[in-house]
């Protein structure tokens, strides 16, 4: 049991593959990311799953680096997802709605994108980060 697992009750599987290089702005992909994996860290704490995870996978897709946060939490109502990008956007009770918002802007301004899917309540969420390799 990891550090994380033993706190959360998160179980947190990296799949990283090897050699994968992105020159682009440190800070703002950072800043993607940490939203993205909060994100799935609420998720899972809010879904009645018993055994809560999260998949951080980095991949080469063509020409792009694809990182992707994969969880089991609570999921996405289908129509919730055409919305999940839109700045004002929340079904958090506390949320502001600016997270995703903020991150797909970042992630178009390195020259990616950032897409969303979900099958729906209980089905989990995966975000994926694509960014142009080099």
């Known amino acids: 049991m990891s550090a994380a697992e033993a706190t959360t009750g998160l179980q947190i599987i990296k799949e990283l593959e090897d050699h994968l290089t992105v ?3 440190g800070q703002k992909m950072l800043q993607i990311l940490r939203n993205l994996v909060l994100n799935a860290k609420q998720a899972c704490k809010a879904s009645s799953q018993k055994e809560k995870r999260m ?3 980095a991949a080469k897709a063509g ?3 694809r990182l992707q946060v994969i969880d089991n939490g609570v999921g996405i109502l289908p129509e919730n997802l055409p919305r999940i990008f839109t700045q004002g956007f929340t079904t958090k009770k506390n949320g502001r709605g ?3 918002h903020s991150s797909l ?3 178009q301004g390195l020259g990616g994108s950032l897409l969303v899917h979900s099958t729906g309540p209980g089905g989990g969420a995966t975000f994926t980060l694509e960014l142009p390799e080099g």
Do not use: S
């Open 63 to 65: 020409e792009r680096v």
């Open 23 to 25: 020159t682009t702005n």
């Open 98 to 100: 600016f997270g995703l």
């Open 105 to 107: 802007r970042l992630a």
């Open 55 to 57: 998949v951080i996978r």
